[in-house]
């Protein structure tokens, strides 16, 4: 059974003519029948929980029978125009539970809700599938919700462009078996409104296969030793762009310190720490002091790192760093004991699995003045920065190693919005297409010629010495492009990818 669910009427405080006349005008979209594509490749939608993901691969992930998990539903790529709302509908069989009153929707919460937007109009869940006793549970059925723009002064809100976590709910395992979670695509069924609530873009179908396994049984004495999980000392985001500004009165910056455009950097790990307390005091390790190296390309980048905000907020932490030429070396320790530095790490994952809790400490990444001039705002531009991890240690109250995993780099992409030549400012307006207009027919030599405005051919070898209909036409065709929504999308560079 698909659901419809626009048709949902819990709004509060709007009178039941107004409920009627909202949906009537999001079904249709300004009189007019709602388009439908069958597959949208501007959008990317995915469930996810820790360890899984239905759309990057591995499909499967295991959980305990009776086990809780929560699932994420992942905004991963939108239409150039933004969007104006969801619908979200999830098949859950094969003895996966859908945990009734578990959905968090994001939208218009902190700490981020996305720009212009608020999760105001339909909101909620509905369920179809066999009740468990005591009406907890829904079993082998279908969950839908929804979540779109409201009015202001009788017009739609601004489209969002927000990216990431927008809903959250929980599944249980009932017996050891393998169940299936899918999103389910389609007009009105999982897909993203367009601005103007009159058609609506979707990704292809994604399922996420979910083990049961069975849940660890007693073992006679002496108890089969197993490790303790290891946390990851990790950056978040591991990949990111920074678009570049006009600096002043000029293009670069008088220095890198003195530069606006920052890429920022959580360092953190991703789990609890539950390896045991060596002296037995407590019951498991008590995180007391960190360190960690960086390692950059300083003709490319300056790097500064402070400590995050707990460390810098805990009495008795002290924080210093080792500077050298492409090179810091950063920790912090505490005097005396019970700072309980590690608590909040607990529940990390639950929102987003890629973010800290409470970082370690925030790493500060600036472009030198050399790349303004290396750059140019042409197709597929950018420097990649690797900001590799070296040496992390962590340690307990009495100085104890605490184990991690692993020690894990990042990758900053430092570059133009493509077809920004006035400023840059971070749009293609007017002004940008009256700057390369004004230049149109100048030739490498004349007076009206400027390099940075010889956009195509673009390449290894950077335009073509002139300033002709091609370059033309390259900034026209990206008129109202931003750095936060880009187009075409100029997605960060991995350089290990």
């Known amino acids: 059974m698909q659901l419809n669910i626009r048709k949902i009427s819990l709004i509060v405080g709007l009178p039941l003519a107004a409920v009627a006349l909202a949906l009537f005008v999001m079904s249709m979209g300004n009189g007019t029948t709602r388009v439908h594509a069958a597959v949208d490749p501007n959008v990317d939608m995915s469930l996810s929980m820790t360890g899984c993901d239905s759309s990057s691969g591995p499909t499967k992930c295991n959980l305990a029978d009776n086990g809780v998990a929560t699932v994420s539903f992942n905004v991963k790529a939108i239409p150039a125009g933004g969007y104006s709302g969801y619908d979200l509908l999830v098949n859950f069989a094969g003895n996966i539970n859908y945990n009734v009153g578990s959905l968090n929707q994001a939208f218009g919460s902190p700490p981020q809700p996305p720009v212009g937007f608020a999760c105001d109009f339909p909101t909620g869940e509905v369920l179809t599938g066999t009740m468990k006793p005591g009406g907890t549970e829904i079993g082998n059925g279908t969950m839908s919700a929804a979540c779109a723009q409201g009015l202001v002064g009788g017009n739609p809100k601004p489209a969002s462009n927000f990216i ?32 103007g609530l009159g058609s609506h873009s979707e990704a292809a179908d994604e399922s996420l296969t979910i083990n049961c396994v069975p849940a660890p049984t007693a073992t006679p004495v002496p108890p089969t030793a197993t490790p303790p999980p290891q946390p990851r000392v990790f950056k978040s985001p591991a990949l990111q762009n920074v678009f570049l500004h006009r600096q002043g009165t000029k293009i670069p910056p008088s220095r890198c310190e003195a530069s606006t455009d920052v890429g920022t950097l959580s360092e953190g790990i991703n789990i609890p720490i539950s390896s045991q307390d060596p002296k037995g005091i407590t019951g498991f390790q008590q995180l007391a ?26 009495n008795g932490a002290i924080c210093s760093a080792l500077v050298n030429e492409g090179l810091i070396r950063f920790g912090c320790v505490t005097t005396g004991k019970g700072h309980n530095l590690n608590a909040s790490v607990a529940g990390c994952g639950d929102a987003d699995p890629l973010t800290p809790c409470n970082p370690l400490a925030i790493i500060s990444v600036r472009p030198q003045a050399e790349l303004y001039s290396q750059l140019r705002p042409n197709q597929d531009n950018g420097i990649p920065v690797q900001i ?3 040496g ?59 390099t940075f405005m010889d956009l195509e051919p673009s390449g290894q070898v950077k335009g073509d010495g002139d300033i002709d209909i091609k370059d033309l036409q390259f900034v026209f065709g990206r008129l109202g492009s931003t750095c936060t929504a880009q187009w075409p999308p100029q997605p960060p560079v991995n350089p290990k990818a």
Not at 418 to 423: A, F, L, M, T
């Open 392 to 450: 992390c240690e962590l340690a307990d109250e009495q100085g104890h190693p605490i184990p991690i995993f692993s020690c894990e780099d990042a990758d900053i992409t430092f570059r133009f919005l493509e077809g920004d030549v006035d400023g840059p400012d971070c749009d293609v307006d007017v002004l940008d297409a009256q700057q390369v207009a004004f230049r149109w027919g100048a030739e490498k030599g004349a007076l009206l010629y400027n």
């Open 164 to 195: 990431g976590v927008v809903a959250t709910f929980q599944i249980t395992c009932k017996k050891a078996s393998a169940g299936t979670l899918t999103l389910v695509h389609g007009d009105g069924i999982t897909d993203l409104l367009d601005p």
């Open 289 to 314: 002091a960190f360190e960690f190296e960086v390692r950059f390309d300083p003709s490319l980048v300056c790097v500064s790192i402070v400590g995050g905000p707990d460390w810098t907020a805990a």
């Open 388 to 390: 590799l991890n070296q």
